[in-house]
Nanobody
Framework: QVQLVESGGGLVEPGGSLRLSCAASRRILSINAMGWYRQAPGKERELVARITNGDIASYADSVQGRFTISRENAKNTVYLQMNSLKPEDSAVYYC?????????WGQGTQVTVSS
């Protein structure tokens, strides 16, 4: 199993940037893939970005070109760099880890994009 702790959320103006961090309680090299999901009020949780152990990244169309997922193995941490933020990016962002035993989730961090 793995514990995931997100941080870095907050309030930002449209066009601004935030970097979310997800710290894992185990070596992320032992995790098959990690990703970021988000859930806005009244909507289903959706995949934002995902990165595999082999460093293959994928993104939702809505964030392609604006968000970048990365990992720092030495710190057991995955990041989501969010640039050119839009109000529609506002949501609770959750870190996800895919292990052979199943999926694990962090507690979430709130991102609010507003003027």
């Amino acid at each position: 199993q793995v514990q995931l702790v997100e941080s870095g959320g907050g309030l930002v103006e449209p066009g601004g940037s935030l970097r979310l961090s997800c710290a894992a309680s185990r070596r992320i090299l032992s995790i098959n893939a990690m990703g970021w999901y988000r859930q806005a009020p009244g909507k289903e949780r959706e995949l934002v970005a995902r990165i595999t152990n082999g460093d293959i990244a994928s993104y939702a169309d809505s964030v392609q070109g604006r968000f970048t997922i990365s990992r720092e193995n030495a710190k057991n941490t995955v990041y989501l760099q969010m640039n050119s933020l839009k109000p529609e990016d506002s949501a609770v962002y959750y870190c996800n880890a895919e292990l052979w035993t199943g999926d694990y989730w962090g507690q979430g961090t709130q991102v609010t994009v507003s003027s």
